[in-house]
C-alpha cells in the first residue's frame, strides 16, 4: 500500500459516501432540535426507510419509486413520533427507543418473511439483479485523473444531499418560516404568545425533515452497493445525533461535523487491508463520536470563560 | 367515610392506576400483532397458543423463561437506578457485555476453588460494570458529553472490544467447532447451580434478593430520597444540601453493578461461556429498560414485567418453531409497548389529581 495522490482519492471518494447519508440525517436532527423536538429515532427510522427503499426496488424495479417510498416512509415514522412527542406529550427518549426496537424487530421480521434469511439480501435476489441508483458522471469531472477518483459512484442524492445542506439553512435563516421555528425553539410559550401555532408547526417541519433520512435510506441500501443487511444502519441515528449536538443545530455546520464523522467511518473501512483486527477498527467511530464531543465541550467551556 | 376506609380506596386506586396503562399497553400492541399475524397466513390463535405454552406452558419452559430473567430484572435494576435519579443513561448494555465477558473468563482461568471463582468472578463483572457506568458518569460530568450519546457509543465500543478479545485473545482453546467464536467452557464447579432440577440458577434468586435490596435502599434511606429527590428537581437536592457530583458517581455504581452482575449471571449460570455477540442480539438490556417503564420504575413490579417479557421471547421462540411466524414479531411488541407506554392513554384517578390541585391552588390564594 503505497500513499499516493490516487490513494488518497480513494479514501476521499469513501469518506464523501460515507458522509452524505450521515449529512442527511444530520439536518433532520438540526431542524428537530430547532424546534425542541428531541429525536432519537433517527435510527430506526434510516432503518426502516432503508428497507423499504430496498423492499419497493425489489418488487417493482423503479427506482423512483424506491426514493418516493421511501422518503414517505421516513416522514410517516417521524410524524408518528413529533405526534406522540408533542400531541400526546410522551418522553420524547422513550417514544425514540420505543422507535427503534420496534423498526429492528420489524425490518428483520419481514426480511425472514420476504426473503427468507435473517442476514443480508444482495443485488442478487432470487427475482433477478437488482440495480442501485444511477451512478453520475459530470462531463468536466471525468476527465481530470484525480478528481475524477474522488467523484467516483456519486448518486444524484450524494450531491442533493449538500444542496440540501445549503437549502436547510436557507429555510431556517432567511425566511419568515424559519425565524418562527427558531423562535419555538428558544421560548415556547413566547413565540405562542405572538400568535404561531407551536405544536403543528413542530409536527409539520418536523414531518419534512424526516424526508431526508428517507433519502439517506436509499443511500444506504440502493447508493454505492445495492443490499440490505440486518442492522444496517449501525448507529449511524446516534452519530447524527452527536454530529447535530457539535454543530448545534447549524446546518451548515452539520456539513463540517457530519464529514468529521464520515472521515473516521471510511478510515474504518480504508483500513480494514492493513494488518489491524477489524473489531478494533470498528470502534474508531464510536471512540471519535466520544472524543469529539469531549473536546468540543471542552473548548467552547474555554471561551465562555475567556468572553466572561 | 372513617379515615381509613378512605386511605384503603386511595391505595387500590392508585394499584389500578398503575396496572391499567401496562394491561391497555399490552393488549393494543398483541392486537396490533394479532393483525400482522394474520396478515402473514397464520392463525392467531394458534401462533399465540405456541406462545403462551412455549413460555409458561411446563416446567421446563416456564425455567427456561425465569432463567431468561434474570439479566433482564438486573438490566431493568440498573434502568431504574439511574432514570430515577435524573440520569437518563442506556449504557447497561455495555455493562453487561463487559460483566459477563470478564465473569467467564475468570471463572474460565483462576485456579481456585469453584465456590470462590463464583464469588471473585461476580466480583469481578460487579467491578468492570461499575467502572464502565463510571466512565459515561466522568464523561458527562468532566466533559458535559450527554448521557445518552456517550453509553449508546460506549455501548458498541463494548461490543467490539469483547468481540476482538474473544477472537483473537482468549479464544475457547479446546473447543470442537473452530468457527465457534467464544471463550473456554467454565468447570462445573464454578458454574451457578440450578436451584430446582430445571435449568433456573441461583442467579435468579440473586437478582430477586437484588430487588429487595433495591426496594429498601430506595424506600427507607437516605441515599434513596436523596436520589429520588436528585431525579425530581435537581436544583431542590442541591438546595438541600445534597453533593450532586457524588450522587451521580455513587448512583452510576450502583447502576453498573446491577448490570454488570446481570453479565455475570447469564454467563455464569445460562451460557457457562462468553459468546461473541452473546449480549448484543438478545437485547437483555434493552428488555430491562421496557420492564423498568411498564412497571413505572417500581423495582417489584420490574421483576414481574422482565418475567412477562422474557416469557415473550422464549414463548417467540416456540412460536418461530411451530409457525412460519419469525420470533422479531415480538420486539415489535416490545416496542409497541413502550410506545404505548410513552404517553398516559388512560388515568383512573384523574379525578384525584384535578381536586387535590383545586384545593393547593385555594389554599395559595
Known sequence: MTLSAEYLATVLNSTLREVTPLLLVTLCACVCSKVSVFNIALEGTLLTSAFFAFLTQYFTRNIYLSVLVSVLVAMLITFIMAFFIVHLNGQSMIVGMAINTFSLGFTTFMLSMVFNTKGTVNAMTPNGLLTGLTKLSIPGLRDIPIVRTVFNNLTVIDYLAFALAIVTYIVMYKTVIGFRLRAIGINKSAASSLGIRVKRYQIISTTISGGMIGLAGCLLTLGSVTLFTQNISAARGYVALAANNLCKGHPLGALLSSFLFGFTKALASVLQNTAAKQQLLECIPYVSTIAAMAIYNVIARRKSKALS | ?365
Not at chain 2, 442541591?238 to 454467563?267: D, Q, T, W
Request: charged share 15%; glycine share 10%; hydrophobic share 50%.
Open chain 2, 1 to 365: 367515610m372513617t379515615r381509613e376506609n378512605r386511605n384503603w380506596k386511595k391505595t387500590l386506586l392508585a394499584i389500578a392506576d398503575g396496572f391499567s396503562q401496562p394491561l391497555v399497553a399490552v393488549i393494543i400492541s398483541l392486537f396490533l400483532a394479532a393483525i400482522v399475524i394474520t396478515i402473514c397466513g397464520e392463525n392467531v390463535f394458534t401462533a399465540y397458543g405456541a406462545m403462551l405454552r412455549g413460555a409458561f406452558g411446563n416446567s421446563f419452559y416456564l425455567n427456561d423463561t425465569l432463567k431468561r430473567s434474570t439479566p433482564i430484572i438486573m438490566g431493568g435494576l440498573a434502568v431504574r437506578i439511574a432514570w430515577r435519579s435524573g440520569y437518563e443513561a442506556m449504557g447497561g448494555e455495555g455493562q453487561m457485555i463487559l460483566g459477563a465477558f470478564c465473569a467467564a473468563l475468570v471463572a474460565y482461568y483462576l485456579p481456585v476453588p469453584g465456590v470462590v471463582r463464583i464469588v471473585l468472578a461476580m466480583l469481578a463483572a460487579s467491578v468492570v460494570g461499575a467502572a464502565y457506568s463510571i466512565l459515561s458518569g466522568w464523561l458527562y460530568e468532566r466533559f458535559q458529553v450527554t448521557f445518552i450519546i456517550s453509553t449508546l457509543m460506549l455501548n458498541y465500543i463494548a461490543n467490539y472490544f469483547a468481540s476482538y478479545m474473544t477472537n483473537y485473545v482468549v479464544k475457547d482453546p479446546d473447543g470442537l467447532d473452530i468457527n465457534a467464536v467464544q471463550t473456554g467452557k467454565i468447570a462445573v464447579e464454578a458454574r451457578l447451580q440450578s436451584i430446582f432440577s430445571g435449568s433456573v440458577h441461583w442467579g435468579f434468586a440473586f437478582a430477586l434478593i437484588c430487588v429487595a435490596l433495591m426496594t429498601f435502599l430506595f424506600k427507607k434511606t437516605s441515599f434513596g430520597y436523596k436520589s429520588r429527590m436528585g431525579g425530581l428537581n435537581p436544583k431542590f437536592a442541591l438546595y438541600g444540601g445534597v453533593n450532586p457530583r457524588k450522587m451521580l458517581y455513587l448512583v452510576m455504581i450502583i447502576s453498573g453493578v446491577s448490570a454488570g452482575l446481570g453479565g455475570a449471571f447469564e454467563a455464569l449460570g445460562s451460557k457457562y461461556r462468553y459468546i461473541d455477540q452473546m449480549i448484543f442480539t438478545t437485547g437483555y438490556a434493552w428488555s430491562g429498560m421496557v420492564a423498568a417503564l411498564l412497571a413505572n420504575f417500581n423495582p417489584i413490579g420490574t421483576a414481574v414485567a422482565s418475567i412477562l417479557l422474557a416469557g415473550l421471547s422464549t414463548g417467540g421462540s416456540a412460536m418461530q418453531r411451530s409457525t412460519i411466524i419469525p420470533l422479531e414479531v415480538c420486539n415489535m411488541i416490545e416496542g409497541i409497548i413502550t410506545l404505548l407506554m410513552s404517553v398516559r392513554l388512560i388515568r383512573i384517578t384523574q379525578r384525584g389529581y384535578k381536586t387535590k390541585r383545586k384545593a393547593k391552588g385555594g389554599a395559595r390564594a
